[in-house]
Protein backbone atom coordinates (compact mmCIF):
# COMPACT_ATOMS: atom_id res chain seq x y z
CA UNK A 1 0.00 0.00 0.00
CA UNK A 2 1.52 3.63 -1.00
CA UNK A 3 0.31 6.58 0.55
CA UNK A 4 2.11 10.06 0.18
CA UNK A 5 3.39 9.86 4.08
CA UNK A 6 7.12 7.79 4.22
CA UNK A 7 6.84 7.75 7.45
CA UNK A 8 3.43 5.06 6.94
CA UNK A 9 5.34 3.82 4.23
CA UNK A 10 8.35 2.76 6.09
CA UNK A 11 6.07 1.75 9.22
CA UNK A 12 4.04 -0.15 6.88
CA UNK A 13 6.83 -2.16 5.47
CA UNK A 14 8.14 -2.57 9.25
CA UNK A 15 4.98 -4.57 10.02
CA UNK A 16 4.96 -6.79 6.86
CA UNK A 17 8.50 -7.34 7.35
CA UNK A 18 7.99 -8.12 11.01
CA UNK A 19 4.87 -10.45 9.99
CA UNK A 20 7.52 -12.54 7.42
CA UNK A 21 9.88 -12.75 10.02
CA UNK A 22 7.43 -13.92 12.52
CA UNK A 23 6.19 -16.74 10.07
CA UNK A 24 9.86 -17.61 9.26
CA UNK A 25 10.12 -17.99 12.85
CA UNK A 26 7.14 -19.88 13.67
CA UNK A 27 7.49 -22.51 10.96
CA UNK A 28 11.37 -23.08 12.12
CA UNK A 29 9.58 -23.89 16.13
CA UNK A 30 7.26 -25.90 15.03
CA UNK A 31 9.98 -28.12 12.65
CA UNK A 32 11.90 -28.20 15.71
CA UNK A 33 9.24 -29.63 17.80
CA UNK A 34 7.93 -31.58 15.28
CA UNK A 35 11.39 -33.68 15.05
CA UNK A 36 12.14 -33.93 18.64
CA UNK A 37 8.56 -35.29 19.19
CA UNK A 38 8.89 -38.25 16.70
CA UNK A 39 12.56 -38.31 18.17
CA UNK A 40 10.93 -38.92 21.94
CA UNK A 41 8.38 -41.66 20.21
CA UNK A 42 11.02 -43.16 18.61
CA UNK A 43 13.02 -43.73 21.65
CA UNK A 44 9.97 -44.92 23.75
CA UNK A 45 9.87 -47.97 21.52
CA UNK A 46 6.19 -47.92 21.19
CA UNK A 47 4.75 -51.13 19.50
CA UNK A 48 2.83 -50.43 16.64
CA UNK A 49 -1.00 -50.60 16.70
CA UNK A 50 -0.96 -53.70 14.65
CA UNK A 51 1.63 -55.82 16.34
CA UNK A 52 -0.15 -55.13 19.72
CA UNK A 53 -3.88 -56.47 18.37
CA UNK A 54 -1.92 -59.63 17.23
CA UNK A 55 -1.23 -60.34 20.72
CA UNK A 56 -4.03 -59.33 22.07
CA UNK A 57 -5.97 -62.42 19.69
CA UNK A 58 -3.39 -64.49 20.75
CA UNK A 59 -3.60 -63.93 24.38
CA UNK A 60 -7.67 -64.05 24.12
CA UNK A 61 -7.13 -67.30 22.57
CA UNK A 62 -5.33 -68.73 24.71
CA UNK A 63 -7.22 -67.61 27.80
CA UNK A 64 -10.15 -69.65 26.03
CA UNK A 65 -8.18 -72.58 25.45
CA UNK A 66 -7.06 -72.69 29.01
CA UNK A 67 -10.69 -72.20 30.73
CA UNK A 68 -11.77 -75.42 27.87
CA UNK A 69 -8.53 -77.35 29.54
CA UNK A 70 -9.53 -76.20 33.03
CA UNK A 71 -13.40 -77.62 32.46
CA UNK A 72 -12.07 -80.73 30.76
CA UNK A 73 -9.77 -81.43 33.47
CA UNK A 74 -12.57 -80.95 36.38
CA UNK A 75 -15.01 -83.51 34.33
CA UNK A 76 -12.02 -86.15 34.07
CA UNK A 77 -11.35 -85.67 38.08
CA UNK A 78 -14.78 -85.82 38.63
CA UNK A 79 -15.33 -88.90 36.65
CA UNK A 80 -12.19 -90.80 37.96
CA UNK A 81 -12.25 -89.96 42.00
Known amino acids: M ?10 AKVFTDAAGAAQSV ?3 IDTFVKQRL ?24 ARS ?5 EARVAALERRNP
Open 38 to 61: EKLVADMDFVPREEFEAVKAMAAK
Open 65 to 69: ENEQL
Open 26 to 28: RAE
Open 2 to 11: QTDNPFLDGL
